[in-house]
């Protein structure tokens, strides 16, 4: 561990690598820092995290108009505990909107399906996550100015600089 800095609460630490990615493969929700003509906006969002990407989704709104004008964004994942330390990751990268929408889907249904594959029940849930993505395959389109009906997006994060630390109590 590479800087120590000790507080009134405890000692603050720096994550290594492994550590990271391990926060931000067992959460399933974040914040999302954008920023457009230096007006700042932060949202939570739930994501799955998945071969060093995180993937997000969306519907039409303030986000995918921020992020169609500025593609770069700020990602934060944090656990706070019951004795106050806490862990925080936090990642800058570029999101792009995601070409393959039904695998870039899958992996968001899979990640908030996981409780059920893990049971008895779990082929039920495949198929209800099969019948569920055969009935939105038609929304493709990369979003656009104006544009009507329901439209759902899927993002794709590209991580270039991950840091993370912890307060030890």
């Not at 039920?124 to 395959?137: D, G, P, Q, W, Y």
């Given at each position: 561990?590479?800087?120590?800095?000790s507080?009134?609460?405890g000692r603050i630490?720096e994550l290594?690598?492994?550590d990271?990615?391990?926060?931000?493969?067992?959460?399933?929700?974040?914040?999302?820092g954008?920023?457009v003509?230096?007006?700042p906006?932060?949202v939570?969002?739930s994501?799955?995290?998945?071969?060093?990407r995180?993937?997000?989704?969306s519907?039409?709104?303030?986000?995918?108009?921020?992020l169609?004008k500025?593609?770069r964004v700020?990602f934060q994942v944090?656990?706070?505990?019951e004795?106050?330390s806490?862990k925080?990751v936090?990642?800058?990268?570029k999101?792009?909107?995601?070409e393959?929408?039904?695998r870039?889907?899958?992996?968001?249904?899979e990640?908030?399906?996981?409780p059920?594959?893990?049971?008895?029940?779990?082929?039920?849930?495949r198929k209800?996550?099969e019948?569920?993505?055969s009935t939105?395959?038609g929304?493709?389109?990369a979003?656009?100015?104006?544009?009507?009906?329901m439209?759902?997006y899927?993002?794709e994060i590209e991580i270039e600089?991950m840091?993370g630390?912890q307060?030890i109590?």
């Amino acid at each position: 561990m590479k800087n120590v800095i000790s507080s009134s609460h405890g000692r603050i630490l720096e994550l290594k690598r492994n550590d990271m990615e391990e926060l931000v493969s067992r959460n399933k929700f974040g914040r999302l820092g954008l920023s457009v003509n230096d007006e700042p906006y932060v949202v939570p969002v739930s994501y799955a995290y998945h071969e060093g990407r995180i993937y997000i989704h969306s519907g039409r709104g303030k986000k995918t108009e921020y992020l169609t004008k500025n593609p770069r964004v700020c990602f934060q994942v944090d656990e706070v505990y019951e004795n106050g330390s806490w862990k925080s990751v936090i990642i800058y990268g570029k999101a792009k909107f995601v070409e393959d929408f039904q695998r870039g889907l899958r992996l968001l249904f899979e990640k908030f399906s996981e409780p059920y594959m893990r049971r008895e029940d779990a082929a039920i849930a495949r198929k209800r996550m099969e019948n569920f993505l055969s009935t939105v395959s038609g929304i493709r389109a990369a979003p656009t100015e104006g544009g009507g009906g329901m439209q759902f997006y899927v993002y794709e994060i590209e991580i270039e600089e991950m840091t993370g630390r912890q307060e030890i109590r």
